[in-house]
């Protein structure tokens, strides 16, 4: 159980356009999703936190007007990457976890790969 | 202030043998977490082992093991009898709760490279 599933796994845009990138829990309600960002052969830095039906709570240094975060429902969460540029292009991973106590890891999504030309 | 840190970049073991991944951290925290992840070239992410700071035996799963050691405040992962498939990035995270909000946060990683 407890299946996180990523869409798309990777995608190419050119630049000043706008990428979706969906976050859904299959088979668990998430009330939190956390969006990280991960630079090739680096760790996994936390973007934001997601919050089913308020906004998003965002990390120092994260611009929340480029990068929109919706969470409208209990099992998606959305993050939309606007007016892309080249910098932008990295490996976004989305994760949540099922409410069973604070030793539930976080289940990953396989990640998006997004390659801004 | 909440840091991890993995002082490994890369570490190589023999097929078959033990091998430690070392993780420290940094917390004032009297509760929180430490997690194991594996994310093989393909990106995923995988979990592999979890110690909570009140457990007092060290967790295991398998082939992995924690050895959690709070006064020193570290959290070594130890793989025995590594197999070819181990080859991955593994990373140590710790889980805080800040402002009564769950948030974890990863180490640099260790890249292990497993040899036949």
């Known amino acids: 159980g407890a299946v996180v599933s990523q869409h798309p796994s990777w995608v190419i845009c050119k630049s000043g356009t706008s990428v979706k990138i969906e976050c859904r829990s299959l088979?668990?309600?998430?009330?939190?999703m956390f969006w990280y960002r991960q630079f090739p052969k680096q760790s996994l830095m936390l973007m934001a936190t997601?919050?089913?039906?308020?906004?998003?709570?965002?990390e120092q240094g994260v611009e929340k007007d480029k990068f929109l975060i919706n969470h409208a429902s209990l099992t998606l969460s959305t993050l939309t990457v606007t007016s892309a540029h080249p910098e932008d292009s990295s490996f976004y991973i989305c994760?949540?976890?099922?409410?069973?106590?604070?030793?539930?890891?976080?289940?990953f999504g396989n990640g998006t790969r997004l390659t801004v030309t | 202030a909440q840091k991890i840190t993995q002082t490994q970049p890369g570490m190589f073991v023999q097929e078959k043998e033990a091998v430690t991944l070392d993780c420290t951290y940094d917390t004032s925290d009297q509760s929180y977490g430490l997690f194991w992840y594996k994310q093989p070239s393909s990106g995923e992410m995988i979990f592999l082992i979890y110690?909570?700071?009140?457990?007092?035996q060290n967790a295991t799963e398998g082939r992995y093991s924690l050895n959690f050691q709070k006064a020193r405040k570290s959290a070594n992962l130890v793989i025995s009898a590594s197999q070819l498939g181990d080859s991955a990035m593994y990373f140590c995270?710790?889980?805080?709760?800040?402002?009564?909000?769950?948030?974890?946060?990863f180490g640099s990683g260790t890249r292990l490279l497993v040899r036949p």
């Open positions: 088979d668990f309600q998430a009330t939190t």
């Open positions: 997601s919050n089913e039906g308020s906004k998003a709570t965002y």
């Open positions: 110690q909570g700071s009140y457990d007092e």
């Open positions: 995270a710790m889980r805080l709760l800040m402002d009564s909000s769950y948030k974890l946060i």
């Open positions: 994760s949540a976890r099922p409410n069973r106590g604070l030793g539930s890891p976080l289940h």
